[in-house]
């Protein structure tokens, strides 16, 4: 008993001669929002996520349809007549992302951020050929994103930041495997590693704290703006929003509730290589969407001598609603688990 009053006083003291130093898990949001929090002068950050992406069934729209609809229905290429050759049936995606952050002043934050991807994609022969299935693979780095934060407004109750982001082709887009077509074929655009275009991307981060309550949004938008890749196409536009709610249990843990909104507009152009008759992955008509996803999500600190300041973050994200331009696979869940670390 008295041993457990001395623990509880020091316990006490520390906390109050730490106090301006704790850090706090709701300080940073959910760990799939990028650019959610700026650092103080002279901080740094350093990041990896662990991110999974699993996709099933493919959708016209928003109506699930089955695999012998798919290989009849028209493709890009062929003016209503053509069927398509190949149906895709799950993709799986693996991503490491390695990220750091740096604060010259308390009113700017930069941050840089690429990942290494994994990808796998199954696709089912028309009946004709067999109707026997095939996988084609991918990997490599991903497009490379250099952020700049900067603090628009920092009190107690409101935090206010803009980000404006470069994304530079640093991902391949001639990743290559064996189909039933050749045994070098340029793989579907969403089995590529980047865009291949310059990317210019605005958000507008803001939270409201309402004691251990938080309410955070995030706008973004994302433009190519350097013109069609060097295999003349490139993607739509994308208009994203995220909400989100945290609440702070205790000082290490706190949990979070996400609704993400993601708008993509058609892709302009096409990969000339890609045989749009193959495969709706390969046709570009098949490309931008209308997405909405929860997330939940914990966020834990480590306040404790060993290991102090050493964040992880986890949650899971699913799909309430998928509107798919054109034939697309739906999304089934994403999951990412990250660590973060501030010394
Ligand atoms: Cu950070």
């Known amino acids: 008993m008295f041993n457990f009053l001395i623990l509880t006083i020091l316990v006490t003291i520390s906390f109050f001669v730490n106090a301006d130093e704790i850090q706090l898990a709701d300080s940073h949001g959910p760990i799939s929002i990028m650019g959610d929090h700026m650092h103080k002068k002279g901080e740094f950050m350093f990041s990896y996520r662990f991110g999974k992406m699993n996709m099933n069934n493919v959708a016209n729209g928003t109506k699930k349809i089955d695999t ?4 009849s229905s028209p493709n890009g290429a062929s003016n209503n007549l053509g069927n398509y050759m190949n149906a895709p049936i799950s993709m799986k995606m693996n991503m490491h992302m390695f990220g750091g952050m740096y604060a010259p002043s308390d009113n700017l934050t930069f941050m840089i951020m690429t990942s290494y991807q994994e990808k796998v994609m199954t696709q089912q022969r ?12 991918s990997s490599g780095f991903s497009d490379t994103r250099i952020s700049t934060l900067i603090n628009i407004l920092n009190n107690d109750l409101t935090k206010t930041h803009i980000g404006t982001v470069l994304s530079l082709p640093t991902g391949s887009i001639d990743q290559r495997d064996t189909t039933p077509a050749s045994s070098y074929t340029r793989l579907g655009y969403s089995m590529q590693n980047g865009t291949g275009t310059y990317d210019a991307l605005f ?9 251990k309550l938080k309410i955070g949004e995030q706008f ?9 890749n060097s295999k003349n196409y490139k993607y739509g536009d994308v208009f994203e929003l995220n909400l989100w709610s945290s609440y702070r249990l205790i000082d290490n843990v706190s949990s979070s509730i996400r609704i993400n909104y993601n708008y993509q507009k058609k892709m302009n ?5 890609m045989n749009p008759r193959m495969s709706p992955a390969m046709d570009s008509h098949n490309k931008g969407h209308n997405k909405i996803n929860l997330g939940f999500g914990v966020n834990l600190v480590n306040t404790s001598k060993i290991f102090k300041n050493h964040r992880i973050g986890i949650e899971g994200t699913f799909p309430i609603y998928q509107n798919l331009r054109g034939l697309q696979m739906q999304e089934t869940f994403r999951f990412m688990i990250g660590w973060q670390y501030a010394p």
Do not use: T
């Not at 973004?220 to 069609?228: E, I, M, P, T």
């Open 126 to 137: 028309m009946p004709m050929a067999g109707g026997s299935r095939f996988d084609v693979n």
């Open 220 to 228: 973004l938008y994302k433009k190519a703006f350097s013109g069609n």
């Open 203 to 211: 958000f507008l981060n803001n939270i409201n704290k309402f004691g």
């Open 68 to 71: 012998n609809s798919v290989m």
């Open 269 to 273: 152009g096409s990969d000339n290589e």
